[in-house]
């Protein structure tokens, strides 16, 4: 799924864990579990509109990423300071597959082409196999454009739970 949904997600792990937990069970449990969300909310990623590669000629694609691109930098800009610890604990599996693992693997692949280098580091693979193992009879809308009301939904309902907390 989108940043955004990581991101409330994570928000809202936060906000439990202060709010229930002592010093230092309330930070490492956010840790924790703002982590292994990202792995489940990954792998529900199936069932929203999440092509693994660009459609920049699709004007949906576009216009779609242009908002959710917005919405993720808005919720970055608006939430990093109280709840940097969960933010970056639930995006850290992307940070470093996508800024770290992945420009590795096209460099290699362009000194050789031939090159069926992967990386063992690359942390996405815990994703697939939550997804292979245990979602595997769930519909795949990947390409679906209906796809977005799921991830629409999911933001929705994350906003509303954050939202009493925040204001």
């Known amino acids: 799924m989108e940043t955004i949904t990581h991101n409330l997600i994570a928000v809202y792990i936060q906000i439990f864990c202060f709010q229930f937990l002592l010093f230092p069970f309330n930070v490492i449990f956010t840790i924790i579990f703002a982590y292994f969300s990202h792995i489940i909310v990954d792998a529900f990623s199936i069932l929203t509109y999440h092509t693994p590669d660009a459609h920049k000629d699709d004007k949906f ?3 779609w990423h242009i908002i959710i691109y917005a ?45 069926e280098w992967k990386s063992p580091l690359y942390l996405h693979a815990s994703v697939d196999w939550f997804r292979r193992n245990l979602l595997f009879w769930l519909p795949r809308w990947t390409y679906k454009k209906g796809g977005i009301v799921v991830e629409i939904i999911v933001i929705l309902i994350f906003s509303l739970l954050v939202i009493p907390y925040y204001i």
Do not use: C, G, H, T
């Open 71 to 115: 919405l993720s930098a808005a919720s970055i800009v608006v939430f990093i300071v109280p709840f940097w610890l969960s933010i970056i604990s639930a995006n850290i599996m992307d940070l470093w597959d996508w800024f770290i693992i992945r420009p590795i693997q096209r460099r290699k692949k362009k000194k050789d082409p031939e090159s």
């Open 61 to 63: 694609w576009l216009y």
